[in-house]
């Protein structure tokens, strides 16, 4: 009798494991990670994580991860306009990421190797494609969009949170893309809790991803514009510095999510540009000049601006070489 119950708890564990397993196994991407490597199709389907169409798409694109929003609208209308080019394959995360893990050096994805020579490449900051020119990889930029950073808290404000210097609270959870990999943080974000006096304070002078940067109180997420939205909706943080352009589409697509503007100069719009160009060793130059050309298109300026983005200007528009 002993031995049968034992058996019987036995088999119910492990029916209990395989019932829980599927849920573990999905949670690694409840925030959507996967949604960061798409290829659009000229019939308008779309596939989720096939890392390979980066070494045969029609045109192959790595880009900075927060105009993930944009993609589907500007790739639609481009196919349309050009249904030559029958796929497209777009990544978009962490610039720094990109250019550290996946251009200088052979790159992986879910344990699958990713192409090092994407026919474009765009970053939040312009010293990624001076990187690029000085190898010889890159020499020529468009810059095709503006930026600001904004506050992302969770729907009503229940924090009751003014403004930036209310990241200085000690009521508050706190979570931001890592210093590391993600342009926002490293180049505007970090100098915005400089300009405030509060760096040390938010941030613990931390370097790492994927961690507590201050105990309990401050995240340091690998890619925020999936995580961050996340966490604040799983009221695993109160607020986390965002652009402007996440906060517009978590509330255009229905997430509990509010924003709380970040006054000029701490939003950092005169300095926020995205800059895009060629790569050297690009299997499809000529569609990669067409996608350049396309960007300076009212359409695509439109495109962008209807996602909460500040367009370019007509000679930011204009190719040029990248300054050394």
Same mark, same amino acid.
């Given at each position: 009798?002993?031995?049968?119950?034992?058996?019987? =708890?036995? @088999?119910?564990?492990? &029916?209990?494991? !395989?019932?829980?397993?599927?849920?573990?196994? $999905?949670?690694? %991407?409840?925030?959507?990670?996967?949604?960061?490597?798409?290829?659009?199709?000229?019939?308008?389907?779309?596939?989720?994580?096939?890392?390979?169409?980066?070494?045969?798409?029609?045109?192959?694109?790595?880009?900075?991860?927060?105009?993930?929003?944009?993609?589907?609208?500007?790739?639609?209308?481009?196919?349309?306009?050009?249904?030559?080019?029958?796929?497209?394959?777009?990544?978009?995360?962490?610039?720094?990421?990109?250019?550290?893990?996946?251009?200088?050096?052979?790159?992986?994805?879910?344990?699958?190797?990713?192409?090092?020579?994407?026919? =474009?490449? @765009?970053?939040?900051? &312009?010293?990624? !494609?001076?990187?690029?020119?000085?190898?010889? $990889?890159?020499? %020529?930029?468009?810059?095709?969009?503006?930026?600001?950073?904004?506050?992302?808290?969770?729907?009503?404000?229940?924090?009751?949170?003014?403004?930036?210097?209310?990241?200085?609270?000690?009521?508050?959870?706190?979570?931001?893309?890592?210093?590391?990999?993600?342009?926002?943080?490293?180049?505007?974000?970090?100098?915005?809790?400089?300009?405030?006096?509060?760096?040390?304070?938010?941030?613990?002078?931390?370097?790492?991803?994927?961690?507590?940067?201050?105990?309990?109180?401050?995240?340091?997420?690998?890619?925020?514009?999936?995580?961050?939205?996340?966490?604040?909706?799983?009221?695993?943080?109160?607020?986390?510095?965002?652009?402007?352009?996440?906060?517009?589409?978590?509330?255009?697509?229905?997430?509990?999510?509010?924003?709380?503007?970040?006054?000029?100069?701490?939003?950092?719009?005169?300095?926020?540009?995205?800059?895009?160009?060629?790569?050297?060793?690009?299997?499809?130059?000529?569609?990669?000049?067409?996608?350049?050309?396309?960007?300076?298109?009212?359409?695509?300026?439109?495109?962008?601006?209807?996602?909460?983005?500040?367009?370019?200007?007509?000679?930011?528009?204009?190719?040029?070489?990248?300054?050394?």
């Amino acid at each position: 009798m002993k031995a049968s119950t034992k058996t019987m =708890l036995g @088999a119910l564990n492990f &029916l209990l494991f !395989l019932a829980l397993y599927p849920l573990t196994a $999905l949670s690694a %991407d409840d925030a959507g990670l996967e949604h960061d490597y798409r290829t659009f199709h000229a019939d308008g389907k779309i596939d989720y994580g096939q890392i390979g169409d980066s070494y045969k798409a029609d045109l192959v694109m790595y880009l900075a991860g927060n105009q993930f929003m944009v993609m589907e609208d500007l790739i639609k209308d481009f196919q349309n306009k050009n249904p030559d080019i029958k796929s497209i394959y777009v990544e978009t995360i962490p610039p720094g990421q990109i250019l550290k893990q996946q251009l200088l050096k052979q790159g992986q994805i879910n344990g699958q190797d990713t192409a090092q020579n994407p026919d =474009l490449y @765009a970053s939040v900051n &312009l010293g990624h !494609l001076k990187q690029m020119a000085t190898k010889g $990889l890159m020499s %020529d930029y468009i810059i095709y969009t503006h930026n600001k950073l904004e506050l992302m808290v969770a729907e009503g404000n229940p924090k009751s949170i003014k403004g930036p210097e209310d990241l200085a609270r000690d009521d508050l959870v706190q979570s931001h893309p890592n210093p590391l990999t993600e342009g926002i943080f490293k180049f505007y974000g970090a100098e915005m809790l400089k300009d405030l006096g509060i760096y040390e304070k938010v941030t613990g002078n931390a370097q790492c991803k994927s961690c507590w940067a201050v105990k309990d109180k401050t995240w340091f997420t690998s890619r925020h514009h999936r995580e961050t939205p996340h966490r604040i909706e799983n009221g695993e943080a109160d607020v986390g510095i965002v652009w402007t352009t996440e906060v517009v589409y978590a509330k255009q697509t229905g997430r509990k999510i509010d924003g709380v503007a970040i006054p000029q100069p701490y939003n950092k719009q005169d300095k926020v540009a995205y800059a895009i160009g060629s790569l050297t060793t690009g299997r499809n130059q000529e569609n990669a000049k067409r996608f350049l050309s396309y960007l300076a298109t009212d359409t695509a300026q439109d495109i962008y601006a209807k996602h909460g983005f500040l367009k370019a200007t007509a000679d930011e528009l204009r190719l040029k070489p990248i300054p050394k």
